[in-house]
């Protein structure tokens, strides 16, 4: 899909989206598969049986990992250790993601005071965690309660934040912004954001979503898109960060495109923390890809 640059969303889009990101159940099996999956989150929310992984980010001039993204799994006794991607969907619906969330920032922040003062952590946080004071409480106690300088901490909004822009969304970020704390927009060039979000919203950086990232260098079109939201995000003064780095024909055209971050499966997958560890200690990557 084509990033909708230019324009705000069509307001028809939304729901379909929306629909799209809360796991709808069709058949009964489906439901009962859903009920089933919600009772075991909530308990494992209640006991905190979550496990971070982190994917080393790297910046594409000095190979050097710049930071860690915190990506939640979750270690289910039957299904095995569970992504992100197949559970954050029904904790956003049930509202579980509130209690995720504050457990997430927690643990984040603790690890990342083991890292090195130049390693930054970045935590995903979901729009319905922006609705109402509870983030900014959780950030402020998660900083206090692990000593980790704010500027050490990011959060990552996907797009979906941009389907509730108002003036509390816009409130909220300025609000975590003036901590200190940096604010990157995720999955940038997905499709709904339009370039005045760039503007509007206090960011730091954008993540080039990994579809567009995927068809590099062969899609010509994809050059050059990726080429001008390298170059925009630079005007507005905000670092850019690649997802889904898979190739070194991609590291090597996003790197001469002045990209300054990236992340995926070339450098490494999000690795459990006694692994992120060791890779930290040999800081400089050689070549920029150690996978
Ligand atoms: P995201 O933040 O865009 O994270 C990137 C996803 O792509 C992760 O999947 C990661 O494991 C995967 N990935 C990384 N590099 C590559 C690559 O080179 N190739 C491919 N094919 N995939 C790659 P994961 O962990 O399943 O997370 C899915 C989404 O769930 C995340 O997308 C994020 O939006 C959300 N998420 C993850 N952890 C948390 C969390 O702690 N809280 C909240 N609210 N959301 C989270
Ligand atoms: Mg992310
Ligand atoms: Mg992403």
Partial sequence: MRPALFSDPPREARPRRLAGRVAYAESP?????????????????????????????????SGEIT???ALIRWPHRRRGLMAAGSFI?????????????????????LAAMTW??????????????LHDQELLRQIGGSLEGSGLAPERLEIELSEAILMDDNLDTLLALSAIRDLGVGI??????????????????????????????????????????????VDIGHALGLGVVAE??????????????????AQGYL??????????????GALAVAGGAAA
């Fill in 29 to 61: 099996a489906e439901r009962a598969h859903l009920r089933r999956l919600r009772r075991d989150l909530s308990e494992a929310t209640a006991q905190e049986s979550f496990v971070l992984h982190y994917q080393p980010r790297i910046a594409l001039g």
């Fill in 67 to 69: 930071g860690g993204e």
């Fill in 89 to 109: 969907p029904v904790a956003e619906q049930s509202g579980l993601i509130t209690d995720i969330g504050a457990w997430v920032m927690r643990a984040a922040c």
């Fill in 116 to 129: 090195p003062a130049g390693v930054r952590v970045a935590v995903n946080v979901s729009a319905r965690q």
């Fill in 184 to 229: 990157t927009l995720d999955d940038f060039g997905a499709g709904l954001a339009s370039l005045d979000m760039l503007k509007r919203l206090p960011l730091e950086q954008i993540k080039l979503d990994r579809a567009l990232v995927r068809t590099l260098p062969d899609d010509a079109e994809d050059v050059a898109i990726a080429q001008a939201i």
């Fill in 244 to 261: 889904g780095v898979e190739t070194e024909a991609q590291r090597c055209l996003l790197a001469a495109m002045g990209c300054d971050h």
């Fill in 267 to 280: 450098f490494s997958q999000p690795l459990p923390e006694e692994q992120f560890h060791l890779r930290l």
